[in-house]
């Protein structure tokens, strides 16, 4: 019996799905608002029916491309969000030459109504399938009514009636440093999700000691410069700054992402912290030298502590 508690994760041809399905289709990177009006039509399942998303890895693109993607929600981060919503299941199709062969009428024949048992299926209105993309929305819906398999077309999820939602308009709006846009369409903060591993140091030794967070390879960075942000950790929320960046001041090495806490103190190497991204304070800069920097993380804390306080 599938625990109703847990997303059980399919990533290879090899490993048992839980059939019949009840199928919302497509990469679903980011979970936003216009994903979750897809994904509400197959959340009703039905008795024996499992709620299942199909998605494919790596992406379509990527596989065309060879170009790798960073991601808005890299698959741990994806499950947590799904799990929330009450999802029992998620299948990564491998993406290979076979898979992208196939033209729509196979897709359907031989994934969806045998290796699937799906018995209705939500997508997108500007979903495509099949080899070189031939299939669409309707077509799908089409050769469903063939196999009396129920498919619901959702329309596309406009940002307060204007703009179309869509996860590329989210990175580049966190591209922009622009938070405020990209919460309106995840319908959520965006969140970096990070064990805490051990850094320079140099923070505390500059009176502004950090947690430095080691993130999943392919999960995206907002802009680089300072953020106000809320941690979570051990069942606490608590105010923080965050810097992602090159610390050109200190001569770093490649990006970090490194995060004060304020009005707090304690070890968390190897913890796992949360961190919510609520208002981009500043752009990364250089500093002529150490007291400065000094003395702009200590406006950046005191502008973020004001922040909160008008937030409240």
Request: proline share 4%; aromatic share 8%; with cysteine.
């Amino acid at each position: 019996m599938l625990a109703l508690s847990k997303v059980l994760i399919i990533r290879s041809s090899r490993e048992k799905i839980a059939t019949p399905c009840a199928i919302a289709l497509g990469n679903f990177d980011g979970i936003h608002l216009g994903h979750q009006q897809v994904l509400q039509p197959i959340l009703k399942g039905g008795a024996g029916v499992y709620s299942t998303v199909v998605t494919f890895n790596p992406h379509p693109r990527e596989f065309f491309s060879g170009e790798k993607k960073q991601l808005l929600t890299p698959l741990e981060e994806k499950v947590e969000i799904l799990e929330g919503m009450g999802l029992k299941q998620l299948v990564s199709l491998p993406f290979d030459t076979g898979l992208a062969q196939l033209t729509p009428e196979q897709f359907v024949e031989n994934i969806l109504v045998k290796r699937l048992e799906a018995k209705t299926i939500s997508v997108g209105e500007d979903f495509r399938f099949g080899c070189q993309r031939s299939g669409n929305a309707g077509y799908l819906k089409t050769l469903g009514e063939t196999y009396s398999i129920d498919v619901t077309i959702t329309r596309l999820k406009k940002e307060q009636g204007m703009t179309r939602i869509s996860s590329s308009l989210i990175r580049q709006a966190l591209g922009e440093g622009n938070l405020s846009h990209a919460r309106a369409m995840l319908g959520r903060p965006y969140v970096l999700i990070g064990k805490v591993v051990p850094g320079r140091q140099l923070g505390r030794k500059i009176g502004f000691p950090t947690a430095n967070l080691q993130l999943p390879a392919d999960k995206l960075l907002p802009r680089l410069g300072v953020y106000m942000v809320w941690v979570e950790y051990g069942g606490e929320k608590i105010k923080g700054v965050m810097n992602i960046g090159y610390r050109p001041t200190v001569e770093g090495e490649g990006i970090s992402v490194e995060v004060h806490l304020l009005d707090w103190c304690g070890d968390l190497y190897d913890r796992t912290l949360r961190v919510s991204l609520e208002g981009f304070l500043r752009p990364e800069k250089k500093f002529a030298s150490i007291d400065d920097l000094i003395a702009q993380i200590g406006n950046d804390c005191y502008r973020a502590r004001e922040l909160f306080q008008k937030s409240v």
